[in-house]
């Protein structure tokens, strides 16, 4: 088993381990498929965002993925560099879970984001997920709040 960083030429795994990921947590069938405009916005996303996606791979076979996206704020007294970064889609396919690959994935992750100066990395974690998170070092916190910029906006001031 060995954990790679994904590059652009592997696109194609990236894309499939991505939807296999979502059809398992959706609970959708093996031949459930996705929105074109979905693929390729996710596409796009692999190959231009300032992210860093995670392979594993059992021979030639990719077994788990796990992405980071990187985000950069305005520089507080907290977070000096204004860099953050937030977790996505770390999964192992079943018959591979609890052999350390996840945790494998995330270390390699969590260096990435400290060599490049992130000061903070968020993600939303399932309840089957916490432990392996709590191991690394995350914390639970309460969501703070939440805009969504859907039809008219209201506000009084």
């Given at each position: 088993?060995?954990?790679i960083k994904a590059m ?150």
């Amino acid at each position: 088993m060995k954990i790679i960083k994904a590059m652009k030429n592997d696109i194609q795994t990236l894309m499939s381990i991505r939807m296999e990921m979502l059809r398992v947590v959706n609970d959708l069938s093996d031949d459930s498929t996705f929105d074109e405009n979905f693929k390729h916005s996710t596409r796009e996303y692999f190959e231009n965002a300032d992210q860093t996606t995670v392979l594993a791979l059992d021979g030639e076979e990719a077994v788990g993925c796990a992405t980071i996206c990187y985000i950069d704020i305005l520089p507080t007294f907290d977070h000096p560099t204004g860099k953050r970064a937030h977790v996505m889609n770390v999964y192992t396919r079943k018959e591979y879970r609890r052999q350390g690959i996840a945790l494998e994935m995330m270390k390699f992750l969590i260096d990435e984001a400290k060599d490049r100066g992130v000061t903070e990395i968020s993600l939303d974690a399932t309840k089957a997920g916490r432990p392996l998170y709590e191991r690394c070092g995350f914390e639970s916190n309460a969501e703070g709040m939440v805009l969504e910029m859907k039809g008219k906006l209201r506000y009084s001031i």
